[in-house]
């Protein structure tokens, strides 16, 4: 393949790009087919020697653009996916997608990647800054001395279950001095054996027969998800929103915030901020009410007094509950408990004595009051 990739250092147009490219300068090219187009790229990676990332308008389109790159290259580069649609409440949900997402942006931080093939929709997805990936990650290493303690928090800090036997990605076991962790970054689990705090032994194992496979010096545990809850700064969901509900003075209420992306790039501040007001505009929107104990009146008076008595009702806060028709207007109101005997004193009076209002029970109903 060489040989197809010098006979473009044959073309006037072609050597032009490519000192655009080594200038790095930006350069437009149009009309290539798509074979052409994978024969350009390959020979723009070999004879700048730079990394070359290609972007595509699909993950379709992204593996068969990788699948030419490698007849050309002699290897296939890997593709960056898109993350897939999960549907709430689905039973079962493949992982593979974001494992091997983490896995390039492990190889990609390290710069151990040249070239790479990747979707629009992959390269605009929001994912972990650099330093987060790799403060989330365990490197382990034979002869080292570690806490066991300490890496099983670790581990769980990165989204990994612990459980009895390690048979897929994301769980681990402790037996003693044995650790079992199935890592994103590797192909098989891992077993690490301890002698005290030094990693004594290590090496993969198949998680079917739990035998080892291999022994290894060194190996990455990545943590199990691109974006975990719990790699975002801690105290900045729980307490800025109950401080919220602390300065209205409003208690025995529930508030839950839903976030729809790790808050890793957020920052501190960024999700204090977001948590704040999240609770606020809830709050606002709901309203504060107090639960207030009222008197359920009663009285009947002429179709004259009908609206008048709704007047003086609203105006001392209180309700119309219910209103039946005869030869006289029966009505019953609600009034809060302090201004029960005002209303009574304006029945009397605007009926020159004539009619008169009567408690007939109680109720505790809740008043709004922000």
């Known amino acids: 393949m060489n040989v197809l990739l010098s006979l473009l250092q044959k073309s006037p147009d072609y050597m032009q790009l490519l000192q655009a490219v080594e200038a790095k300068q930006a350069a437009a090219v149009s009309g290539l087919s798509q074979a052409p187009r994978s024969h350009v790229l ?21 593996s068969r653009l990788a699948s030419e790159l490698g007849a050309f290259l002699g290897e296939q580069p890997p ?6 649609l999960t549907l709430a409440g689905a039973i079962g949900v493949s992982r593979q997608w974001e494992q091997k997402r983490l896995r390039l942006l492990y190889a990609l931080a390290q710069g151990q990647v040249p070239v790479l093939v990747t979707s629009l ?36 800090r990165a989204g990994y279950t612990r459980s009895s036997l390690v048979e897929g990605v994301g769980q681990f076991a402790l037996r003693g001095g044995i650790l079992d962790v199935y890592s994103p970054a590797c192909e098989n689990p891992l077993r690490a054996e ?48 109950l401080e919220v ?23 501190t501040g960024g999700l204090l ?5 999240s609770a606020k505009d809830a709050l606002d929107a709901a309203g504060i009410a107090a639960v207030r104990r009222w008197v359920k009146l009663e009285t009947v008076c002429p179709y004259s007094l009908l609206e008048r008595m709704k007047t003086e009702c609203m105006a001392l806060e ?3 509950s219910d209103v039946e028709y005869g030869a006289d207007v029966r009505m019953s109101f609600l009034l809060p408990e302090a201004k029960a005997e005002a209303f009574c004193a304006r029945v009397t009076e605007l009926s020159a004595g004539q009619s008169s209002a009567k408690a007939v029970g109680e109720e505790l109903m809740p008043v709004r009051v922000k």
């Open 42 to 62: 390959a020979a723009l990676h070999e004879h700048s020697g730079r990394p070359l990332v290609a972007v595509c308008q699909d993950d379709l389109a992204a």
């Open 79 to 84: 593709v960056l996916p898109s993350r897939e």
């Open 121 to 156: 929709d992959a390269l605009l997805l929001r994912t972990m800054p650099r330093e987060v990936l790799f403060s989330a990650s365990v490197r382990l290493r034979c002869g080292a001395e570690y806490n066991v303690d300490d890496l099983v928090a670790r581990l769980t």
């Open 194 to 241: 301890f002698f005290g705090d030094e990693l004594d032994t290590m090496g993969y194992f198949d998680p079917i027969t739990q035998r080892r496979t291999e022994n290894v010096e060194e190996a990455v545990l990545l943590p199990v998800a691109e974006t975990e809850a719990h790699l975002h700064p801690q105290g900045t969901a729980g307490l800025p929103m």
């Open 245 to 267: 509900f602390r300065r209205e003075g409003v208690e025995n209420v529930v508030c839950v915030v839903t976030r729809y992306f790790g808050g890793v790039l957020l920052g």
């Open 273 to 277: 901020r977001a948590y704040t007001k």
């Open 318 to 320: 209180g309700a119309v």
